[in-house]
């Protein structure tokens, strides 16, 4: 159930992301300037922090996602669903664990643009 309930969270959450990319990405075409300034706001560590939590959700919506494809084509998925579940825990806490310092030292240093 929690497999279920966190890849429809992650999917949820980076449709989201998406929209919000795709507006202020629109915003070159009205004005250099407006854009510059939306883009200037996303620079702190709060949306560092952010960032951290989609590169997040959208390696387990991934890494899930593959899992479910195994389920429904290969002949023992539903056997081994409990299993991958967990290889998909430790895979994504694996990335997840090289991702996050290099990202936070980026994010936290005092020259980070």
Do not use: C
Not at 36 to 62: D, Q, R
């Amino acid at each position: 159930m929690w497999s279920w309930v966190l890849h429809r969270i992650t999917g949820v959450a980076i449709y989201f992301f998406l929209l919000v990319h795709l507006l202020d990405t629109a915003l070159i075409r009205v004005s250099p300037e407006a854009y510059n300034a939306v883009i200037g706001t996303y620079k702190n560590p709060i949306m560092g922090i952010g960032e951290l939590g989609l590169v997040g959700a959208i390696l387990f919506h991934a890494l899930n996602g593959l899992r479910i494809i195994l389920i429904d084509f290969w002949q023992l998925g539903t056997k081994y669903h409990r299993a991958m579940f967990y290889v998909v825990i430790g895979v994504w806490l694996v990335l997840m664990i090289g991702f996050t310092p290099r990202h936070l030292i980026n994010v936290f240093s005092e020259g980070a643009v």
